[in-house]
Structures are given as structure tokens and as C-alpha cells.
């Protein structure tokens, strides 16, 4: 069974800076993506960035430059570096991992909130 723990989200002021961390554990092959993806209100989750286990990554167009996506794969553990932040980046962050030959299998972390206060 794969399981995801996300951490480092809270209260910060507009222009500040959060560090998120994700731990996977369990059963996971070498090949896999782990990323990012966020959720407000009634909207659908939307992808924040991902990041292959070679380490190429991928973010949202609207927040390349303030946003960084790590890994560490022998930790097992996703990281989301982010930057002057902004009240609209006010939302639920969850970690994701897709694992599997085809990159079948997606896992969830329980997700951890973000707040920027203005």
C-alpha cells in the first residue's frame, strides 16, 4: 500500500515564502511521476507542477518563475519551493503520485492548506 504525507503549509503573508514537503512510502517502482496539484472552493484540482524521477519538471504556466519543484528520490519525497506568494495561491495542496509501467496507479496525499493573507 503507497502512502502520502504531505507538510509545511499554513498561514503566510502576502510576499513570504512556504517549503512543501511530500513522503512517500510503501511499494513504489523506479519509474514515476510525483507532483503538485491544488484545490479551492468548488474548483476542479489543478496541477501545480510535477516532476519525473529523472527530474524533469513541469509547472503551470501562471506560476513558472515563483514556484520550484524538487524531488529526492532516495527519500522517496517531493518538494514544492514557493515564493512570493499571493492571495490567490490560497488553496488545499495535495501530493500525487503515479507509479506503474504505464504510469497506471495514481496515490493522493490527504493534502495540506495554504493561506496568504493579504
Known amino acids: 500500500q503507497v502512502q502520502l504525507v504531505e507538510s509545511g503549509g499554513g498561514l503566510v503573508q502576502y510576499g513570504g515564502s512556504l517549503r512543501l514537503s511530500c513522503v512517500a512510502s510503501?511499494?513504489?517502482?523506479?519509474?514515476?511521476?510525483m507532483g503538485w496539484y491544488r484545490q479551492t472552493g468548488g474548483k476542479e484540482r489543478e496541477l501545480v507542477a510535477s516532476?519525473?524521477?529523472?527530474?524533469?519538471?513541469n509547472y503551470a504556466d501562471s506560476l513558472k518563475g515563483r514556484f520550484t519543484i524538487s524531488r529526492d528520490n532516495a527519500k522517496n519525497t517531493v518538494y514544492l519551493q514557493m515564493n512570493d506568494l499571493k492571495p490567490e495561491d490560497t488553496a488545499v495542496y495535495y501530493c500525487?503520485?503515479?507509479?506503474?509501467?504505464?504510469?497506471?496507479?495514481?496515490?493522493w496525499g490527504q493534502g495540506t492548506q495554504v493561506t496568504v493573507s493579504s
Open positions: 500525487q503520485l503515479k507509479t506503474g509501467l504505464w504510469l497506471q496507479n495514481t496515490y
Open positions: 510503501g511499494t513504489i517502482s523506479s519509474s514515476n511521476f
Open positions: 516532476i519525473t524521477n529523472g527530474g524533469r519538471a
